[in-house]
């Protein structure tokens, strides 16, 4: 019989192992996740209101600032369990604060849009003060690895001392009562702060983290983003059969929204994100900060089908071309940056860059058709069907290239 009366019981934060077969997301990160779908769920939204009011640069402003605020603390916890997770009743209950951060900071999404459109100041008390808890119960897990892991120590007070003085910076912007320009020029220095800190927490020791665990915990936000996607196809899908009931255009936007979503999803996992990064453990910011885009996009491209359902309905204040724009910038930035992530990650492929500029090529021109008249749904189709083509080509043509790559990186590790 064990002496140890709870299953949970503490234990040493000494590290994982770094090549740990078989290793897996947990159903407690699984369930942390599930915070991030409702605080992507509540900026695209407010996004895609703000842009059919066609307030675009309060929307725009207030999306960038909550993607950062949402993606960067999820991006900070993934790497530390990857590293540290100890599955300890103490580790669990510090996430567990770390869950009512990301709650609290998603109450704050809508209060801190309504106040950049009405420009007086910036409503982010509850916002900056959910981002705070997060950061704060982070810092409690790098100081009690540093306790427990001798070889990091270093490594990991820097961390917790680094986190700690700049979340004294986010809780003055929490404080101060604010105009947007002086908000966001005392956040601008906390951005950088914050981005620069593992890169410098980690200049002479490594944390442990699992690359394919790692590679596991990306695809899974992707897909949690992706969602969002789905959720705007729905709603724009019943915009259309409220006004219209069933018809040509209804069944084109079901199908439209859908295929962007399964779209972006095989564009994401064309790339072994998992080996890539297991065989260049030294681009892992490169790896971690790249995504930030990718997920932000992601979401906006669910925003931009709740802007096209906004402007079916008639209760948007934009034109068809802005509405297909909507969709196709955040596309175009998703191609764009997978094809960076791609090209540092695996090789220079000069067919799948050209690919991607034709991908660009064909959103621009959707939204030319757009603005020559051509309708909503038929200029998704144009979107989708740019997916797609990238997509037959990289299969056809990418594959055997990627894999030559991998091939060597193996041999040279």
């Known amino acids: 019989m064990s002496s140890n009366p709870l299953r949970h019981a503490l234990s040493r934060m000494g590290g994982r192992d ?49 993607m950062f ?41 809508e209060p801190m849009f309504h106040s950049l459109v009405e420009g007086d100041h910036v409503d982010n008390a509850v916002m900056v003060g959910g981002y705070v808890i997060m950061r704060l119960a982070l810092v409690f897990q790098w100081l009690r690895a540093a306790r427990q892991d001798p070889a990091r120590r270093r490594t990991c007070q820097r961390y917790a001392t680094y986190l700690g003085v700049v979340q004294l910076g986010w809780i003055a912007v929490l404080i ?3 105009d947007i320009l002086t908000t966001f020029l005392v956040a601008a220095p906390l951005f950088i702060l914050e981005m620069a800190t593992p890169y410098a927490a980690e200049r002479s020791m490594r944390t442990p983290w699992h690359a394919h665990h790692i590679a596991e915990r990306y695809g899974l936000l992707a897909i949690i983003a992706l969602g ?3 959720i ?12 219209h009931g069933w018809s040509v255009d209804a069944a084109l936007v079901g199908f439209g929204g859908t295929a962007l979503a399964f779209s972006m ?12 990064l297991h065989f260049q453990r030294h681009r892992s910011f490169f790896f971690g ?22 402007y079916v309905d008639h209760e948007a204040h934009i034109s068809a071309a802005v509405a297909v724009a909507s969709i196709a910038v955040p596309v175009a930035l998703f191609k764009v940056s997978l094809t960076w992530l791609f090209s540092i990650m695996i090789c220079v492929d000069r067919t799948v860059i050209a690919v991607a500029a034709g991908v660009v090529a064909a959103l621009a021109g959707s939204v030319g058709l757009a603005t020559a008249g051509v309708s909503v749904p038929i200029c998704l189709l144009v979107v989708v069907l740019a997916l797609g083509v990238s997509i037959v080509i990289d299969e056809k043509r990418g594959i055997e290239r990627m894999n030559a790559a991998l091939e060597q990186m193996k041999a040279g590790a």
């Not at 993934?78 to 997770?85: E, G, I, L, R, V």
């Not at 900060?289 to 906004?310: D, E, K, R, S």
């Open 18 to 66: 770094p090549h740990e077969k078989h290793r897996a997301a947990t159903p407690l990160e699984l369930f942390f996740d599930l915070t991030f779908v409702i605080a992507f769920g509540v900026a695209g939204s407010q996004f895609a209101h703000q842009i059919a009011e066609a307030h675009f640069g309060a929307g725009l402003l207030g999306f960038s600032f909550a």
């Open 69 to 109: 605020a949402v993606i960067w603390a999820w991006i900070n916890f993934t790497w530390f369990a990857s590293a540290y997770d100890t599955d300890d009743w103490v580790f669990r209950v510090v996430t567990m604060v770390q869950l009512l951060g990301v709650l609290i900071l998603a109450m704050g999404i």
């Open 176 to 178: 101060i009562d604010a």
């Open 228 to 230: 969002e996607c789905l």
């Open 232 to 243: 705007g196809a729905i709603e724009t899908l019943r915009a259309i059969v409220a006004l």
């Open 265 to 276: 999803w095989w564009i994401y996992f064309i790339l072994p994100a998992g080996p890539a």
């Open 289 to 310: 900060y790249a995504h930030m885009p990718i997920f932000a996009a992601i979401a906006a491209t669910g925003a931009g089908l709740h802007v096209a359902a906004y």
